[in-house]
DNA sequence: GATCGGTATTTTTTT
DNA sequence: AATACCGATC
């Protein structure tokens, strides 16, 4: 059994009821969630009445595990996963009871942009007077409060909504005749399910006679709801959350769920857990007096036993360059103690790891971002994927535009507008449905249509069906690899810019295929499709973070936003300055602010040993430079938990108030650092803003990181506990063993060219390969 | 119908 | 700086 403090073991053994564990920064309440399943399966508790959603599907797979290993046995019919896929798999399992197929696509943004483009043409909405992402991210807004359609017009009195009431319902439209859901309708769906079927609420309602919510503060309306609904029968709802750590409010999640949730749920036990395992003192008294600040949170103070440890570190560079660099000589001091593993570089926006990748791909330092463009929203990956998931469903209008139009075949956007025309009198006259699939199979009855592009239609769709044909008995990778051979795909790939690089990653799309297995869940066994359908809803349902492998044994980059839920032993906290962190646009808020000072927090509160802040001078932004005061965040801290390092000395120009110096600076001196940036400003003017740095003092100059070939890392060995030399032998997942022929790139470049025994040479990325020596 | 090149627009964070 | 979208040309 894991041990427990007295307020952790209170929140395992509480029995029934409702039960709100406040759980602080690195106090255990994975731990907590974990144990307390682990605990309602050994008092004989079955685990298919247990859902427990998380917030990543990552948490929910090492939850899964370590519930395992606690209880010996896997957890077999236990609902874990992220409120999305929660409600797709709810969607799945009662298709019959909803408008859609099971075999319904999930649409990402870029997608629901695209049906929303649609739908405004339909509606006659000019796009360029009406921006389509901002259309999109309001009608996004409705849905998680469970707005609708008509909800939009009544309330319509600027302009702004009453085009979304315009729009909003053709978009649904279109959804529904593609068969698809967008993210934020997996939620409404489910809820309306739930709480509009009697016959499906007393089926969930009964099932889950426990349910466990990970990350409360941060769910939203539609999940409230979802939540209230299905816990409504048996009662026994345990959330666990953090009102500090809340930062999501931009998307809808509502600070008021957690804070009122004693109300919400009366009879309610509250466990506080303050007790923090995680960071060293002084970490842990810079992050208190940050968060202290923010006026509307319920008063707490996490303490730890751990010592005091080193102070925490605050830097101010010269822009992102130096602080990129100035970091990774951080990391090399720190190699002693520490392994790349160890370390976390966060940041406010994806764009600020670039400045961090060079410098990284410059020392030779292997690195992981998390985050930014996703895997699967790769631009061939999604090629692939428009394929397959137009053979499991043909409705997908969104799908077969983007397979057609690719590889290029002789159908340019007015043959596909003409179909697109034409399709509902083809439609009447066939009985088929009004899918743009259904209409190219019988391109030759559309009218206008050249005859070259009609064939090519009929060719398309012809190839699409044949693919279909497989689905009741192939396993999906054999659909998939027939898909790659009859559309001749990976030549096609081949044949483009970067093709080698294109083609190893629908290699790996491919091989991720192989070793999905979908969830052991008895009511999915013998699902049609081969399991494809699974796959490709899991697949949509995937962020980066869940692909994350603290294992590799690399340095992570991410967002703050991507940092919560995890720790490491050393943290960076990069670009903390006015106008990033808070950022611009959140900033003009009293509440935005104060979300950003929880994501700062959030940012601080993942470091265990080392924490290393920095900001810089100047930033770029949007192609030119700006000048970029300290964040207001750092007038905050407390001095003697606090080191400044001697360098990055400010030398303002000559005569101007602003020759005050960052080093060792006391309290009172940001306050000067903050005029000084008046000063910065107009010295900027005069060409020269008079930054200079004496590398004797260990400062960091303006040379480009990664002219010294000092020092090297080796990949291989970082990433995985064996090394890969010319002439070895390895397996690959999907590939089976194969001989190393020749590697050439480096850090996350790697490449490895592999003759393999059965399917020939091959080059794959070893970053995302998953290669493993070969046995024997 | 496809390709090229220009211009406009963009940067917040993500399931 | 980078991308997306649009229009003109082949």
């Not at 936003?561 to 808070?582: I, R, S, T, W």
């Not at 030399?725 to 390895?730: L, S």
Request: overall charge negative.
């Amino acid at each position: 059994m894991i041990s427990l403090n007295p307020e952790q073991r209170a929140a395992v053994e509480h029995a029934d009821g409702p039960l709100l564990v406040l759980a602080g920064a690195g106090s255990g309440k994975t731990r907590v969630l974990t144990a307390r399943i682990a605990r309602l399966l050994e008092t004989g508790v079955q685990p298919h009445r247990i859902l427990a959603v998380t917030f990543t599907n990552k948490a929910a797979e090492v939850m899964r595990q370590r519930i395992a290993s606690l209880v010996g046995h896997e957890p077999v019919g236990l609902w874990a996963g992220t409120f999305h896929s929660v409600c797709a798999r709810l969607l799945r399992l009662e298709a019959d009871r909803t408008d859609r197929t099971r075999s319904f696509t999930i649409y990402d943004e870029n997608d629901s942009q695209r049906a929303v483009k649609r739908a405004m043409e339909e509606v006659d909405v000019d796009p360029r007077r009406w921006s389509v992402a901002v259309l999109r991210a309001r009608i996004s807004d409705a849905k998680n409060a469970l707005v609708g359609p008509e909800g939009q017009v009544v309330t319509a009195f600027d302009p702004l909504s009453r085009v979304t009431g315009e729009v909003y319902p053709a978009y649904e439209r279109i959804l529904a005749s593609c068969n698809a859901y967008a993210f934020d309708d997996l939620l409404v769906r489910a809820v309306r399910l739930l709480e509009g079927d009697p016959h499906v609420r007393e089926k969930y309602g009964g099932r889950f006679a426990y349910i466990l919510v990970d990350e409360y503060q941060d769910t939203n309306h539609a999940q409230y709801r979802l939540v209230r609904v299905l816990a409504k029968v048996h009662g026994n709802l345990c959330v666990v959350g953090d009102d500090d750590q809340s930062i999501y409010g931009w998307r809808g999640a509502d600070i008021r769920n957690i804070l009122d949730f004693e109300r919400d749920f009366p009879g309610t036990t509250v466990v506080r857990l303050e007790q923090n395992y995680r960071s060293t003192g002084s970490i842990l008294e810079v992050a208190n007096a940050i968060i202290a600040r923010n006026r509307s949170r319920v008063e707490k103070r996490l303490r730890t036993d751990r010592p005091d440890g080193c102070r925490v570190v605050v830097s101010a560079l010269r822009d992102e360059r130096a602080e990129a660099a100035w970091t990774i000589r951080r990391i090399e001091s720190l190699r002693d103690s520490y392994t790349l593993g160890d370390v976390g570089i966060l940041y406010r926006t994806n764009a600020q790891s670039r400045a961090y990748e060079d410098a990284l791909r410059g020392a030779r330092m292997p690195y992981r971002v998390v985050g930014g463009i996703r895997f699967y929203e790769r631009r061939e990956v999604k090629d692939v994927l428009a394929y397959l998931q137009l053979v499991v469903n043909p409705a997908d209008d969104m799908a077969f535009l983007r397979a057609v139009s690719w590889p290029r075949r002789g159908v340019g956007a007015v043959s596909l507008e003409r179909l697109a025309a034409g399709r509902s009198r083809v439609a009447a006259g066939m009985g088929a449905d009004g899918s743009l699939l259904a209409a190219a199979a019988r391109a030759d009855e559309v009218e206008g249509l050249p005859v070259a592009a009609a064939k090519a239609l009929k060719t398309f769709a012809a190839g699409i069906e044949s693919l279909r044909t497989l689905l009741p008995e192939a396993p999906a990778v054999d659909v998939a690899e027939e898909c790659l051979r009859a559309f001749k795909l990976r030549s096609a790939l081949e044949a483009e810019e970067d093709g080698e690089d294109r083609v190893d990653n629908v290699d790996e799309l491919i091989a991720g295929m192989v070793s999905f297995s979908g969830e052991p869940l008895e009511e999915e066994v013998g699902t049609e499709g081969g399991g494809l359908e699974l796959f490709l809803q899991h697949v949509s349902l995937l962020s980066d973070v869940d692909q994350y492998d603290p294992e590799e044994g690399v340095v992570s980059l991410m967002t703050l936003h991507n940092a919560k839920g995890m720790e490491f032993p050393v943290v960076f906290v990069g670009g903390v300055g006015d106008g990033l962190l808070p950022l611009g646009r959140s900033a003009e808020t009293a509440e935005g602010v104060e979300e950003e000072r929880r994501l700062f927090y959030v940012g601080l509160t993942r470091a265990m040993d080392r924490l290393l802040v920095t900001h810089v001078a100047r930033r770029w932004r949007a192609g030119s430079s700006m000048p970029c005061a300290p964040s207001s965040f750092l007038e905050d801290l407390p001095e003697h938990a606090v080191e400044r390092p001697m360098f990055g000395v400010a030398v303002g120009p000559p005569g101007r108030r602003g020759s005050s110096s960052f080093r060792s600076a006391p309290r009172a001196t940001w306050a000067t650092a903050a005029g000084w940036t008046g000063g910065l400003d107009a010295a900027v003017d005069g060409g020269d803003f008079g930054w200079r740095y004496d590398p004797s003092m260990g400062g960091v100059d303006s040379t480009p990181v990664g002219t010294d070939p000092e020092p090297v890392y080796d990949y291989s060995e970082s990433q995985e506990p064996f090394e890969l030399t010319v002439g070895g032998r390895i397996a690959h997942p999907r590939f089976g063993h194969g001989t190393v022929v020749a590697l050439s790139g480096d850090g996350m470049g790697t490449k490895a060219r592999i003759e393999f025994d059965e399917s020939g040479v091959k080059t794959l990325l070893v970053a995302h390969a998953g290669l493993r020596p070969a046995p024997g």
